[in-house]
Structures are given as structure tokens and as C-alpha cells.
């Protein structure tokens, strides 16, 4: 059997609706000529006259009323389930969100963006995993939900990218490190010992690169897959760390930070999401969160 055009619902609603051929074919910008046809189609695909001469005017069938009901709903629901998403409720949201983000994140934005999450939607909650990689893939299978950190071109590629805020690398040390008592050059920064932050544990990165105008190397004493172990090793050595600076404020309350002595590229941290979930409303909601939490310390990119 051939399928009905189901585009005739759409006219269907306004004739009966209308009850006058000329009103609705000027409520679908339609000719009179062209709704008359669409008319004699539903004619022949409903097997009723739908609308029949009644002195100067038309008036529905009995069918024609019977179908009134039914296809406006119809319209509707069609229109909501093609349409954009509708927002989302808040109040009556729940689940879980699952963000990938490094360690020094969490500890630096995580209490305001739970903060702003819990406000308006007691019933979510938020699940952060650790980076082991720069893999799309929990992305693209909805294990992850939304991820924090420098996207590649890879990633690019695939994937939503929305930058959230610009960072530096700065230099940190326990409170008393030798370092700190005079004016720190890049040769005596290169002399000491260093922990280098690499989840790959790669032992060269882009301040080693730096250094290399200079004719310095430093020397990697550990290599360490995080943030948060950097500054521990740090807190309780005589090793220099060197990690973002917005990335670890909460990290490092007790340590003394001071600027690289060399110039190093800035990076920017964006979030990331499948494009599956670009219009989803609870996902744009958490999206929102997430850049109002970044936003409040010292300011957006």
C-alpha cells in the first residue's frame, strides 16, 4: 500500500479548523486554487467530503468533526517531537553528569560548579573522572559527558569545543626553597631539580623547549601523572614544580609561586562535548554552569 502524505495533516488541521478554503489556504500562504487540490486529495484519502456546501458557506462532516479532534493533537505532537528541545525542568531533573577533567581542576572549579548545579537541580549529581588520555571515545559513547582541558586538532575535528579560560605556567616551591632568596634567572630555575607533570611520562615538554634559546636543560629528578602529586612532591622537597597557575590555585595555598623566568606559550582550557548533546537543554544548562564557575575567577578568555 502507498503511504499517505502525511503533509496533509498539516492542512487537514487549518481546513478544519477554518471551515473555508480561501482563510486557510491564507493562514499556509497557499493559493485558493492550491488548497481546492489539497482538498480534494484529503477527499480522496480519507474517503469523506470533510467540508460540504451549506447555503454561502461549507460545513464539516460528521467525520470531519470526529477528525478535528484527533488531528490537531496530532499536529501538536509532531511539531514538539520535529521542534527544537523544550527547556528543561530543573526542579524535576536528576541524574548523573560525567566530566573528565585533570585533578587541579576539580580542586580549583569544582565547589563553585557544585555550588550553581545543586542550586537548581537538587537532584543531579556530578561524577569527575581523571584524564588518562586525550581519547574521544568515552565523547563519542556518552561515558563521558563533557570534558575539561586543551583540545587538539583531533579533537577538533570530532568534537564541540568552547575555550573557558586562558592559563600560564608558573613555578612552585616549598615555602623556604633556596630559590626564592634572590633573584630567580633561567639558569638558576634550569640548575635545581625538577618534577615534570605528564600523563604520557614523557620527560620533555614546552619548558624544556623554552629553555633551549637559552642553552639551559633542566633536570627531570620525577615524572609524575599529576598536578596534585607535583605539588605534594614539591610541598615536601627541595624540587621545583611547574604547573598552570589558575588550573592549581587551590593546591597550592602553602607553597611559594613565582613567575617562569623564561617566556612560555599560554594555553587555553576549553570544554568539550559530543555534538549528540549540542542541543540537549540539561546539557546546555550544564554547559552554562560550567562556564559561569570558570568566569568567576579572574574572568573569562
Known sequence: MARPDLNLLVTLDVL???GNVTRAAERLRLSPS???RALARLRKTTGDPLLVRAGRGLVRT???????ERVGELVREAEALLGPPETVDLGALSGTFTLRTSDGFVESFGPDLIRRVIDKAPGVRL????KANKDAASLRDGTVDLEIGVADQIMRDELHVEPLFKDRFVGVVRTGHPLMQSKITPKRYASGGHIRVSRRGRERGAVDEALKPYGLEREITVVVGGFAAA????RGSDLIATVPERHTRNLRADLSMFPLPIPTPEITVSMLWHP???VDPAHR???ACMRSACAEIDGPV
Do not use: I, K, T, V
Open 16 to 18: 478544519l479548523q477554518e
Open 34 to 36: 492550491a488548497m481546492s
Open 62 to 68: 460528521p467525520h470531519a468533526l470526529e477528525l478535528g
Open 127 to 130: 561524577r569527575f573522572m581523571q
Open 231 to 234: 605539588l605534594a612532591l614539591a
Open 276 to 278: 549528540r548533546l549540542n
Open 285 to 287: 544548562w550544564l554547559r
